[in-house]
């Protein structure tokens, strides 16, 4: 039996910095990825969201299963800083992460900085 093409999550294992944001997505490690974005220790992954107004806790899974080696999380919130809902910071804090809003451009550049500062840093970023 022939079977259809298979998708699946995007998934780059490892960590790399961002080269280029914009038109919808990002360009890391000789890729790119047209949509939103998690970069977590263990690697980048797709995100679903597209709208920082509508940000839940389960959005943040993924982070707060890593929760052991992230020690800051970037999100950015698209082309407008946007507060991350009380729940989400509340649970966040719960696991010793600090977390900062601001607009995915500047959570790119930071992300970037930090990484190459091998802090513990991810980024939840909105893609523009």
């Not at 360009?27 to 839940?56: K, Q, Y």
Request: hydrophobic share 45%; glycine share 10%.
């Amino acid at each position: 039996m022939a079977r259809g093409i298979e998708i699946r999550q995007a998934h780059f294992p490892g960590r790399a910095p961002i080269d280029a944001y914009g038109n919808g997505g990002f360009r890391f490690a000789d890729m790119s990825h047209r949509g939103s974005i998690l970069c977590l220790p263990a690697g980048i992954h797709g995100w679903e969201v597209t709208d920082a107004s509508a940000l839940d806790l389960e959005d943040f899974r993924r982070v707060l299963d890593a929760a052991g080696e992230i020690e800051f999380l970037l999100v950015g919130t698209g082309t407008s800083i946007v507060q991350i809902p009380k729940p989400i910071r509340a649970e966040l804090r719960a696991r010793n992460i600090s977390s900062d809003p601001m607009g995915t451009g500047a959570a790119v550049r930071t992300y970037n900085v930090m990484l190459a500062e091998s802090r513990a840093v991810a980024a939840a970023l909105i893609a523009v």
